[in-house]
């Protein structure tokens, strides 16, 4: 298997992204269909500004067109995986309305919960797996962001803090709504929602939130990019089904979820993919021996 | 951070609680906005009478109501937390009916059962967080009432039993409808409501029903009274928020609960406390810095 | 207690199996309430083929009406749990429609898929506990059958492979909507389904798919029917209520699966199970001490 | 059949009453297990007041409790149904905060509005059917009242007014929840809550809002009372039980409602009721010739 | 357009219908793919048995295979149309239980209850539609029977009655699940249930129950063939498309039954019958003059 | 009240529109914040080409967010509504997929769908009131569009057909999951799918599709006016509130629904407009004379 050198990478695909400039992100195209987005703004420890809120939007709404993708590694530029949310960028849109009347005021603020909502949602909307690598610090809207991903790995000196509570409010793009499906020891979701206390990745990896821990930033993006290749060389029709009905199975009954996945198979049992990989296997080679067309 | 002492808490209370006079509970209020509920029939290992569930209604009622608190702390009195139901005492509820129709007995009982459910179900009505402290032995409808609290402690010496089926009856208010959400290794929770068999701390642990455990009640209760301090320090908009949001994320879709929330922050986001914290954050200070309007 | 020993087992229950006869299953009543039900193709590793599809609704549908089983065991016989779906026997389902439209071909196979589904849906439809005891490989469909189980216990040598994406399909008859509520690392249900890895018995029974390892199959067996023993020991009315009502649970919210437990329980507390174990547990005595009549 | 005499009703209930004593409610115990509680405030208009919110919810809890009742009958004293919420005396709640945080404000009026809500719910949540027969003006609360009955019978010179949107606010104790699902054309639920128009009685009767129309409240009240003493005659297990039934209904799926329905009748088919009933229909008698046990 | 003549159908089918043997249930196979299925018990007033309750099941599981089927119209042979459950035949299922435990009656009571509203639930569960053609009487079950039907048409003299409150029970096997979803003036519906009363034909068309009503059982029948071969000459992949959508919708929200639709039609827009259907209209023609393949 | 003048509005609008400019929809702004969307394709008998599905979208986005706009008509230019899609500009969509894999046709399929469903859903999560105003043949698409907006009036001479089945198809964007909805004598609504006949204008009020008829176009829009200049003079926090709502309670059950609106309430009852209706209603003054900020 051909796989990706962190070294190289970089190089490889500067033509190809001239779609994807961003001022808060870097996109690159790496090898075997997998794009990297970086948080970049190192400068200001990847504080999450307007910018980034209406530019990851952009960025997956488009990488879920891109039949060029398959799968996704996010991680984070410079000293932190991110600080969370920019207080005096965003200070303007939530802290000094426009209005006076509180119904006036509450109308405004729930359209802009509903887009920085979207802001994570779109991860998920998105049916290419997401592999999150988390190093050093991920604060605040850093765990909104990583628990709609599909896949959580970090560094040895990796922690996460919710940290919504100390600035005086409920979580609400995300943290409350996905944590709680993800980790599921209620009483840790709890004590973390309500202290803002810090996690360390031992017990991030103890309580199921990431799935690997790495000693440092290279064997962590290594890995990342390691596993990327191997998802990307699957079947793109067997991949994407399986995350649009896992993500379908976590907000519906057993019942409801065979359902819709009998309804979904019957047309992607149809595809060539499946010939093609049971063919593949009787004569015991693998997915990546085998070419798939692009999704 | 002026943590409460145990040996002074009790004193400085005495006054402010004449309205939580009850025979099976004892209420008393800590510094910094803490509630204590001990269950106190010591005698009776803490077995719940027809009086203690009334009273737990009425309780947790009156606290949801109560601005002077912001978290609650539950113990059990004496040797161990709770025996679990006093089945002499509520024997001739269930087990004597009045009516000789089955329809009518049936009518009746299940009346009852609703009435026994709401008595767990209030802790989680009620908005505070809450956090239980378990020594020794934590049967039947202990384990009801534990999975209806916030966030779980445990000595070491502690233990767990799901023990309904042992008196020929599927646990009817609360265990099985919460724990398989709480702890969620599916096959343990099973295993341990068919069998009835004793779970020790370190694989209450493990599993995530606790999220700590202490050598004894007194470094116990002294860990959940200074986790209860740290809460009670933060924001009750943010913090109570944030219990409704988690709530109500559990037993919705995610999508769901994102509308929920924007619904509800258009109004929380208004709050002096989010202009008070954040501007604390600014200059480095503390939530427990800040002084937050009561609730 | 008098426990099973599996060299006497198989004798003793010739008889009365009669009409549990299969091709692909093996259907053993044990002593006390206990059957046993073996995947039985071990020349061909218990590779599921269409009359294994077939059969398994046919055994679970009786087993659910016959009042002399309390309790089911599953495991493979010969050198593995399973091998998954006989690709062969069933490519000729799913590979070579009969039809040429589209349309037609996606309706036969939703028709096809709902069946294949039901297969696994019997296990969870049946009141009775089922508990699986994996040896060795548990690959694809075998994974699917667990996941509708109650309680997974394994060997030391025991993997398990989520291996639909491998043959260019998303898993469709239980995997991805059972899993995910199952183990509840969210990070590592995706991880396994993106990439058909191999999971081992420890990394099992750290996420709790499993909840016990056993260094080979004959202490595994001795445990699970150890176990089997034990649940067969208590009312049936109480244990099987409580099946029901987890699995309704699992599906529900928390109010609902309330609301469904108080409308069971007002016909199940009317039980004269209720009344004799309450007895027994004035007296001291166990359940296993008493007589529940057959349901 | 003995029918309700109205000149008779008055007199006969005096004693029974002693504990529905209420300032804004008139109850009175009628022949035939029948309840009548009248709006009881016709200087006023029966404007719904503080004290009305409050006694509405006492009432039907202990209603809902008194196995002499069989049926409620709904109407109002003096010369109309009601003219809706009382403005004057509940605008301190509503409009004059005591707060200044418009965080806590929120809160309060949330707690305040689900109180109000219950108000009705509470007719719902009786299992006893609620007949309401409406004469004159039926404005603002009065629709949401009459809303969360059973049947619906009014006057010739009845009209309808959905009102709130005329005070600045949208409907918020049920109109908006129960109206679509009780008339259904949706068009004209649409129109009448943005417009606040008047619904006269012949289009209330048409879009199916009242089942029936009569000349005066005499007539109205009479076949009111008619109904509810055919009702009153049959075995109270079958009736109830079809509340209860039905209310679930329309909140669920055909398929929840039709597995609730199997887990309430494998205890209500086991009524005296239903062999006294299927004896009686076997002679050709009528269920009014049964004598059925309290509820 | 070639129409069924009511008096050539019966002869012409005589020999395809061989496997449709039942012993309460005439099934003729009409021209253009129509099926009748006549309740065929007209001595005893179509009164349903327990052969019945069985064979319905057995029918419309073989119809719901059957490709050479495209349309069912359901009619009632005799006199009348049902009299409703055969209280003799069935009594001893229900009234005469073989246990003395409640809870073992209630065991098996919710079994037998679950097997009953299955035979009416294969009626949805078939994708073909069914119109229903009453006359005369149609009373309890057989209310039950007709609210799983797709369309309903009725003679002038036909008679709706909700009868189960009479016979001490809450209807179980559909009525107070779908009734109140198909016709929607709830006040309408809850005075049926509660009272027993009948509802003739031109009330059931003013409320949406039927769709037309008809002078007499001959034309009647004739207008429901009529309908039946209208629909059975289009698109079966449209047509059946349509139902399981149209059941899917009633008990889904909008959002989640566009999610289904689009999942589903995915595949079916893929059918020839699109093509074939498109060329046709634009060569002005009707569906009726397009062959198309069997489902 | 100033009624707008049908001759006046189009002129007093031109320069305000300028962002409102499209090739299928002419949009004017009208007095007192009424916009009036026209589908304007005349010569093409108003049918949805491609730029129509795109431009809808666009054309209720900017609506949503465009503070001056309180209410919506829609109708049609030219000789009637709408013919539905145009077949000849959409078939390449449909009809010639670019792929020959079925399952990545159907994954295209899938997001086309979506995409066209989103046409009439933006009008649905547009929370300003919808007027519909339909004249003359209402096909197909329309039924589709006219589904998702408020309230529905129509002439004399209109009619309605789900034209769907008849180019073999079942409807997916939105007929089929919205129509059972608003009307609801299920038989009708299955009636009219499978058999795409046409509907006229009497039957549709009847059935409550619509809720007014008017004897030709001009007093169709004349009384589309009224009803809108009249919602326009109530409080927009009201209006689009109840909205909000209404759309929510379709979807969830009445508990879910009465936790959303106080929820939702906490907020909207602080507002300004209640303190304005309030004491307007007090001096017995109008909505329409009191003035609203804008929302």
Redesign the interface.
């Known amino acids: 298997l051909l796989r990706a050198v962190p070294g190289l990478r970089t190089m490889a695909s500067e033509a190809e992204t001239s779609k994807y400039q961003y001022e808060t992100l870097k996109v690159t195209t790496e090898p075997n269909h997998i794009f990297h987005v970086e948080l970049n703004r190192p400068n200001k420890r990847n504080a999450m500004n307007k910018s980034f809120w209406r530019e990851m939007v952009l960025c997956f709404q488009a990488i879920a067109k891109d039949t060029d993708c398959r799968v996704v590694v996010i991680s984070g530029a410079g000293k932190m995986f991110t600080s969370g949310i920019d ?1 005096l960028d965003l ?1 303007s849109d ?2 000094q ?1 426009q ?1 006076d ?7 405004n ?2 359209k802009k ?2 887009e920085y ?1 979207e802001t994570f ?1 779109v991860i ?1 909307k998105c049916s290419k ?1 997401v592999i999150v690598a988390v190093h050093n610090a991920c604060i605040g809207g850093g765990v909104d962001l990583i628990s709609a991903c ?3 790995f970090c560094t040895q000196d990796a922690w996460f803090q919710v940290k ?9 793009v ?1 943290t ?3 944590l ?12 973390l ?5 810090k996690m360390m990745s031992d017990e991030a990896k103890r ?5 690997r821990v790495f000693p440092d930033k290279e064997s962590l993006l290594s890995a990342a990019f390691d ?1 990327a290749s ?2 990307a060389s ?2 793109p ?3 994407q ?6 993500v379908y ?7 409801e ?22 063919q593949a ?2 004569e015991k080679k ?2 990546k021996d085998v070419t798939f ?1 692009k ?1």
Do not use: Y
């Open positions: 207080l200070g939530f802290l309305p209005e009347d509180p119904a006036r005021i509450a109308w603020l729930r919960i509903s909502q949602s998920e797996p599909d896949i959580r919504e509570v100390d600035v005086g409010l409920a979580a609400d995300g409350l709504q996905r709680p499906k993800i980790i599921r020891s209620q009483s840790l979701v709890n004590e929602a309500f202290t803002a206390r309580c199921g939130l990431v799935s596993l191997d998802i699957k079947s029709v067997a991949v089904g399986t995350k649009v009905n896992l199975s976590r907000d519906h009954s057993v019942q979820s065979l359902d819709f996945m009998a309804c979904w198979n019957m047309s992607m049992l149809q595809s060539q993919d499946v010939l093609k990989s049971a296997a009787m693998q997915p067309s999704l």
